[in-house]
């Protein structure tokens, strides 16, 4: 099975929801990694608008820090959790929600993120982030993948610490220019998916999709990547 794995800064669903609704659909991702998901009123049940969308579930998730991960069904999901980061007064608090899935008789653990503008917040979340998605994969025996908003680009510090420990995937196998944001005129590449040395990227770039309903539905740009978790020389 060829797993796909999406991420996609949702912007809380304040802009257009039947193009969030045709691109969620878009995606066919079997996880998809949320950011910026409903944290406010009626947040329970508008994440699980946005996962029907793509005929998901939501899987992870706590309200505060505002990410998610959903889970389709062609995975089977195993467990869910959310962990708040360390808090950086007066700045929002972060988080990362972490999925393990099982398909095929292979388990992933999927983790989503969104680090925080201020540079030393971003930095410490990110080495946490890892340590967290690293524990739980390693208590279920699972390949480890990290998705998010980075905000900032490849080749910064935060950026470099998360492709130290895991592999970048789409200069692995770039599909399109890679560019995430803003989604009104992309040029930086800010989005990412992130995965354990040595999983086969197969793709990883954007997805197919009307472009009026990439700009209106948010203001970032979702990232796919298809893994081959299937891998037979792969192990943690």
Not at 89 to 105: C, K, T
Not at 148 to 172: F, K
Not at 195 to 200: Q, W
């Amino acid at each position: 099975m060829v797993l796909r794995i999406a991420s996609y800064n949702v912007r809380s669903m304040r802009d257009d929801i039947p193009a969030l609704k045709r691109v969620v659909a878009a995606l066919r991702a079997d996880v998809l990694c949320v950011q910026e998901a409903p944290r406010f009123l009626c947040w329970r049940r508008r994440r699980r608008r946005l996962a029907a969308f793509g005929g998901l579930s939501v899987a992870a998730g706590r309200r505060r820090g505002g990410v998610a991960v959903l889970t389709g069904p062609g995975v089977r999901l195993l467990h869910g959790e959310g962990h708040l980061l360390e808090p950086f007064f007066p700045l929002e608090r972060r988080a990362i929600a972490i999925a393990v899935v099982e398909a095929e008789g292979r388990r992933v653990a999927v983790g989503s993120i969104h680090l925080d503008l201020d540079e030393t917040a971003r930095r410490r979340h990110a080495g946490e982030a890892v340590s967290l998605l690293g524990e739980v994969a390693g208590r279920f025996g699972a390949l480890p993948v990290l998705a998010g908003d980075i905000n900032e680009q490849s080749g910064q510090p935060s950026w470099q610490h998360l492709a130290e420990r895991l592999t970048d995937c789409y200069p692995v196998s770039p599909r399109g220019d890679g560019f995430t944001f803003p989604a009104r005129g992309p040029h930086k590449r800010i989005d990412a998916i992130f995965a354990v040395a040595g999983l086969p990227v197969l793709s990883c770039g954007g997805v197919e999709a009307d472009p009026a309903d990439l700009v209106a539905a948010t203001d970032h740009l979702p990232v796919v990547a298809e893994l081959d978790h299937r891998h037979p020389g792969l192990h943690l």
